[in-house]
């Protein structure tokens, strides 16, 4: 498969993969359709401008099931050796987040979850200590455990265009604010629960 990398940065494993500029330009032009629709815009976890479940018939026309379930298989069969029978996908969501919102930290229902990047803004800010050595503005933190000798808790991603990340619904995540851009960062999640043949 390509554009499939397996990170593993503590205890459990997560994935990267890429989306194609195809499905990155039919979503965005999806959202830009919906936008202004305030009947689909809902109120989910995060403390974000704009929140909407993407409709399950978009979903089907463009085979997003099909594109998450395929790296999920191969995932799951090469860690822990299971081969997945079916893969329902619960619901999938689009999120608009602008400069100052930001996504607590909080985890999913189903098996597994995941996000990736259709809009970043150039520029995420600055932090407000210009010596730290970490910028986190924007960026996804994944959470696991506690920090050990040789043993991360956390893993910062930093989004770009086009990167999926599929990790267990039960990883505890937050996405920072970030500054300094009237940009919009938008991406796309999903749950999706699985049944197992073995």
């Known amino acids: 498969m390509d554009n499939y990398e397996v990170l593993k940065p503590f205890g459990p494993s997560i994935i990267k993969i890429r989306m194609s500029t195809d499905m990155i330009s039919e979503i965005n032009n999806y959202v830009d359709l919906i936008i202004l629709d305030k009947e689909k815009s809902k109120n989910l976890i995060g403390k974000v401008r704009q929140e909407f479940l993407m409709e399950v018939e978009f979903m089907k026309k463009i085979k997003w099931a099909e594109f998450l379930a395929e790296p999920t298989s191969k995932w799951l069969s090469d860690e822990v050796n299971k081969k997945i029978k079916n893969f329902q996908l619960i619901?999938?969501?689009?999120v608009r987040q602008f400069q100052n919102d930001y996504n607590p930290v909080h985890w999913h229902t189903g098996h597994i979850s995941g996000v990736g990047y259709l809009k970043v803004p150039s520029d995420l800010g600055n932090t407000s200590q210009p010596n730290k050595r970490?910028?986190?503005?924007g960026?996804?933190?994944?959470?696991?455990?506690?920090?050990?000798?040789?043993?991360?808790?956390?893993?910062?991603?930093?989004p770009e265009v086009g990167?999926?990340?599929?990790?267990?619904?039960?990883?505890?995540?937050?996405?920072?604010?970030f500054s300094g851009t009237n940009e919009e960062r938008r991406s796309v999640s999903f749950n999706a629960n699985l049944e197992f043949s073995n």
């Open 134 to 137: 970490t910028n986190e503005n």
């Open 91 to 94: 619901k999938s969501w689009v």
């Open 139 to 158: 960026k996804l933190q994944l959470i696991f455990g506690s920090p050990n000798l040789l043993s991360k808790s956390t893993y910062l991603i930093k």
């Open 163 to 177: 990167d999926f990340y599929l990790f267990p619904n039960y990883l505890m995540h937050t996405v920072y604010p």
